[in-house]
């Protein structure tokens, strides 16, 4: 098995492979870099990046976007650096690839305000208001303020978020404790799996992803920009699944709408 990580991705792998139980190498190549995983009943049990092993190596390769691989089955290893299973493991991976990537633009969100910027919106250049305004910053308020307005709507509405399918949230309203990078990473995994899954199979695309458990709803939709999906966590005892979806083909349209194009 050979490929690229821009047509199936790192994660996907992973879970791919730990599903399965797959014992074997996984070689990752990314330019003058090259890692390896080692699987262990589809369990990562060592990982190695130059001279550096366990799980600081995961964790470094989980964002690698552009890199070859290919996978040696049966090969295995003497070494085990890594304990926790495959699914604890890459959820970890995915909040620290969150962490690092809110630390990003964080940094992104500082911007040089020109001098002239009062002429020509009619402030002055020293308001607090300017200063701290970024784009980034802008649209998830207004995200945010689309999810309550959804929570108005739907009965029994636990939690709302938008998240990127890469894992990591953009905007959320919840109305209980919780955490939510913990949420939206599980949720990206599984809309993936299943989006994947269904293409191959049926080559269609997925309107839209229901989950039903004893006490709720969870339903994952597709923004406009595919990059980015709709989450929608309700009680069964008061939420009605048809205004779910009515409710979050509206709110679709004006979450998109904020967006940059």
């Not at 600081?56 to 304990?83: C, H, K, N, P, Q």
């Not at 002055?124 to 998830?140: F, Y």
């Not at 999810?147 to 949230?169: C, F, H, N, R, Y």
């Not at 989006?195 to 339903?219: A, G, N, R």
Request: with cysteine.
């Amino acid at each position: 098995m050979k490929g690229n990580l821009r047509t199936i991705p790192l994660t996907t792998l992973v879970q791919m492979f730990g599903q399965s139980g797959l014992t074997g190498r996984l070689d990752l190549k990314k330019e003058n870099l090259n890692a390896q995983l080692f699987f262990k009943d589809g369990n990562i049990v060592d990982a190695k990046l130059g001279e550096k092993s366990g799980r600081s190596v995961f964790y470094a390769i989980i964002g690698w976007v552009d890199a070859d691989f290919s996978l040696e089955t049966d090969e295995e290893t003497s070494t085990v650096t890594i304990s926790e299973s495959w699914s604890d493991l890459l959820l970890e991976g995915l909040l620290k690839l969150d962490e690092s990537t809110k630390q990003t633009i964080k940094e992104r969100e500082t911007k040089v305000i020109p001098d002239d910027i009062g002429k020509l919106f009619g402030f002055d250049k020293n308001n607090d208001e300017i200063k701290n305004l970024s784009p980034e910053v802008n649209m998830a308020n207004r995200m945010e303020e689309v999810l309550k307005d959804l929570s108005q709507e739907i009965p029994g509405l636990i939690t709302a978020a938008i998240v990127g399918m890469d894992g990591l949230g953009v905007a959320h309203f919840t109305n209980s404790d919780g955490d939510p990078d913990a949420v939206n990473a599980q949720a990206t995994i599984l809309l993936k799996l299943v989006s994947s899954t269904l293409e191959k199979v049926i080559h269609e695309k997925v309107e839209d992803l229901l989950l039903t458990s004893d006490l709720t709803y969870l339903m994952l939709k597709q923004l406009d920009d595919p990059n980015y999906f709709l989450g929608i966590l309700c009680y069964r005892s008061q939420a009605n699944l048809g205004n779910m979806r009515l409710m979050s083909n509206t709110m679709v349209n004006r979450l998109s709408s904020v967006m940059p194009h």
